[in-house]
């Protein structure tokens, strides 16, 4: 069993920044990734970030170059930098762990981000 918990979220003016993270507590496997999803009010789900067991990262075109995601060494601490917040950045932001064998995934409650125009 695993359990995730986020924190960092708040309010925040367009251009500013803020940090999530979040802590994985249970049985965490080395192979198991770990990731950033939001979803806007009214809006779908969408993935921000992910970044693999082995530290490679992918991120959402509309994030790119703005937010950095990464992981601490011990692979239970997630964490998302966020830059040039945007408006339409606003969403509740939702940690992600996925364990290849057997699959399994395990969210967050999430935490709210919100930005100022």
């Known amino acids: 069993q695993v359990q995730l918990v986020e924190s960092g979220g708040g309010l925040v003016e367009a251009g500013g920044s803020r940090r999530l993270s979040c802590v994985a507590a249970?049985?965490?496997?080395?192979?198991?990734?770990m990731g950033w999803y939001r979803r806007g009010r009214g809006k779908q789900r969408e993935l921000v970030a992910v970044?693999?067991?082995?530290?490679?990262?992918t991120y959402a075109d509309s994030v790119k170059g703005r937010f950095t995601i990464s992981r601490d060494n011990d692979k239970n601490k997630v964490y998302l930098q966020m830059n040039s917040l945007k408006p339409e950045d606003t969403a509740r932001y939702y940690c992600?762990?996925?364990?290849?064998?057997?699959?399994?995934?395990?969210w967050g409650q999430g935490t709210q981000v919100t930005v100022s125009s």
């Open positions: 992600h762990l996925h364990r290849p064998w057997p699959v399994r995934d395990y």
């Open positions: 249970g049985n965490i496997f080395s192979v198991d990734d």
């Open positions: 970044i693999t067991s082995s530290g490679a990262t």
